[in-house]
């Protein structure tokens, strides 16, 4: 699913774990093993690809996406971080959507073997830019587990002297045979439809998709399943550190407004993510909280 990139090593970092670049020198860190085969890019430190040895992928990416260091990635699962969406008034005005760590470049600091799987993380700290956005120091952590199934881990530690408030999104897109074959189950008694100004509705638990969809589910289980019966799988999704699960397609307008979207490409893709999206975290001086989404 990652060929049409044509990435080509650049470095070996351990048995299972390579540094890549495409033609234009972004950096790539490829994952494979017994289990699996991962992609990440060092930009966001944004997973593009999961595959389990045999089967078809997990994680949708566009064919079109644009890997340029700059623009966020569309597909994968970009770090919504450390606000959701548009940030909240308290944090300042004129910021940008979806905070500033999916458009920064991040750092590989290790790579380990854990029976079998492979364990990577990404690290992200403060900078001068940082701080005029969001005012405080802190170390963020993207651990990566590539085994069966893939599972991401986001440790945000503030290091400032003053509590630090944090909203954020594992913002997964997830690959799917068809709209029509695909539902999701777990998902709870209501949710919050943002394309009816965030109307609280009634729901039954169960999705299945028809339209665009951009609603957030408040009273989600942790442990959610997308059964797809055109891919004939049921993919089990286990989420923690979150108080919302966000469901997006953007459904065949939306698809055909972006540049970085086929636009057919709402039709193979589905948005299921882990997400603090209600209250902001507090986290306290010297403390840490995690936001994790395990997929397989």
């Given at each position: 699913m990652i060929e049409h990139l044509g990435l080509t090593e650049h470095t070996r970092v351990s048995d299972t774990t390579k540094i890549m670049v495409d033609d234009q020198g972004v950096e790539f860190v490829l994952v494979e093993n017994a289990f699996?085969?991962?992609?990440?890019?060092l930009h966001g430190a944004h997973l593009i690809h999961f595959q389990q040895a045999a089967k078809a992928p997990l994680i949708w990416l566009s064919k079109t996406a644009i890997f340029d260091n700059k623009k966020a990635i569309r597909g994968g699962v970009p770090i919504c971080w450390p606000w959701f969406g548009a940030a909240p008034a308290s944090f300042g005005a004129n910021l940008p959507s979806h905070g500033f760590a999916r458009n920064s470049l991040w750092q590989l600091a290790e790579t380990k073997e854990v029976d079998g799987a492979t364990q990577i993380s990404f690290k992200l700290t403060d900078t001068k830019a940082s701080l005029e956005l969001w005012p405080h120091q802190f170390e963020l952590t993207l651990v990566a587990t590539v085994g069966e199934a893939i599972d991401l881990r986001l440790i945000t530690h503030n290091q400032s002297e003053k509590p630090a408030p944090y909203l954020a999104a594992l913002h997964t897109y997830l690959n799917i045979s068809a709209p029509e074959h695909a539902k999701v189950t777990g998902l709870?008694?209501?949710?919050?439809?943002?394309?009816a100004g965030k109307q609280q509705k009634a729901s039954t638990g169960t999705l299945s998709i028809d339209g665009a969809i951009d609603s957030l589910y408040t009273q989600a289980e942790p442990s959610l399943t997308l059964s797809d019966q055109g891919l004939q799988r049921e993919v089990a999704i286990h989420n923690e550190g979150n108080d919302t699960v966000v469901v997006w397609t953007p459904w065949i307008e939306g698809a055909a407004a972006m540049a970085?979207?086929?636009?057919d490409g709402y039709q193979t893709m589905l948005c299921v993510e882990s997400a603090i999206t209600q209250q902001a975290v507090i986290i306290a001086p010297g403390e840490s909280h995690t936001l994790s989404t395990r997929i397989g």
């Open positions: 699996s085969q991962a992609c990440f890019t709870g008694s209501q949710y919050l439809d943002s394309l970085d979207m086929p636009d």
